[in-house]
Structure formats: C-alpha cells, structure tokens
C-alpha cells in the first residue's frame, strides 16, 4: 500500500553528494545511527519535561533531519562497505527507541493522553519487528504501509508543527491516535501477509 516510505530512492539520489563527502571523512554508518538516536531522546526528553508548546515547533524539523540521517546510515553501510551484523542491530533497535522517544511527550498534550499515544508506541514496535522478521523465514526485510515509520513521522511531525504555531490542538484531534494505531494493525497484517508471499517455496 502507499507509503511515504516509497519516496526513499529519490530522497537517497538527493543526498548522495553528501553522503561520499561524509565517508571520505571517516565517518560510519553506526555513528550516523546512534547520533539520531540520541537526538532522539534528548529532545523528546526536553520536550516532555519543558512543557512549552512552541518548542514543539522542533519536532518536525527532527522528523525531516532522521529521516534524512536514516538514510544516509543505510547509504553509507551499502555503497562504502560498512554493512556489519552490529550494524543491523542498531539500525532496528535505534529506530524503535527513537520512535517511542519522539512520541512520548505528546501524552502530556490535550487532547491526547497515555492510552493513545502509548497505544500507538506499542503498534510502531510491533510494526518494525514484523517487518524485521522477514529474514528470519526467508524473505526480505518488510516495509508495507500503511503508517510506517515515514507517514508517522509526517503526522507527529505536522501535529508537532500545529501545535508549536497555535499553541494548542482542537479536542477532535483525539481521534487521531486510534486511526493512527488502526493503520499501523493493518500494516503489521500486510508486512506479515508480505512476508509469507515473498517465501519460496511458501509456508504456511
């Protein structure tokens, strides 16, 4: 299904240049990969702690900056020869970890609260390991939509922008942490049934 995910080949060739110029510097995949990890936390740390809405406004200039830095992580480990068992470890982990970190402060925003938001921190967990098991049965690595990690990063991004400019979000924006979590059920169904097609022979 469609995805933000499906931009990525025209987001890499964008980046490239950049990409050459940082391995020339020495530096590695892992490094670009625990450096958006701990950007991650500190700012959904300070986020949550500082209670400010219009440091909200950071949110999606994060959002647009890890994407680019996931890229270029997966970049440098495939075209510089950097691909390491370590490194798939990382990439996983420090995504989920991210994710949970950069959706956490918004359980202190109304009209959300901690059933939603950690409802929807739950799924994205469970969407990024049914992707990642793909290899353990045969396949590839998983990235069907929808709401993967891209279109969420879009719409924390885009709550985190609304926020950050008005000050507060309407009561009706309850609503969208439950069709965010319905999403990401179907996606972890398609990764799934994804999956299980791409086997040969199939199983069952």
């Not at 270029?72 to 480990?77: E, I, Q, R, S, T």
């Not at 402060?105 to 938001?117: E, H, L, M, R, T």
């Not at 991004?157 to 999403?183: E, Q, S």
């Not at 990401?184 to 022979?201: E, Q, W």
Request: aromatic fraction near 10%.
């Amino acid at each position: 299904m469609l995805s933000v995910y499906q931009l990525k080949p025209l987001f890499q060739a964008w980046l490239r240049p950049p990409v050459h110029r940082l391995a020339s510097l020495g530096v590695t995949a892992n490094a670009v990969t625990l450096f958006a990890m701990l950007v991650s936390c500190a700012l959904g740390a300070w986020l949550l702690a500082a209670g400010d809405s219009r440091l909200f406004l950071l949110l999606p200039l994060w959002m647009f900056l890890r994407m680019a830095l996931n890229a270029v992580d997966g970049m440098l480990a495939r075209e510089f020869g950097q691909a390491s068992p370590l490194g798939a470890y990382l990439n996983e982990i420090t995504d989920v970890v991210s994710d949970a970190a950069l959706y956490l402060p918004f359980v202190a925003v109304a009209p959300f609260g901690w059933g939603g938001v950690g409802a929807v921190i739950f799924l994205a967990a469970l969407s990024e390991m049914a992707g990642a098991l793909g290899p353990m049965v045969g396949a590839a690595r998983q990235y069907d939509g929808p709401m993967g990690k891209s279109d969420r990063a879009v719409v924390f991004g885009g709550l985190g922008l609304w926020l950050g400019l008005t000050g507060a979000l309407p009561d009706w924006v309850f609503w969208l942490m439950p069709a965010v979590a319905a999403l990401i059920v179907l996606n972890i169904g398609n990764r799934i049934r994804g999956g299980l097609a791409r086997i040969s022979p199939p199983r069952t």
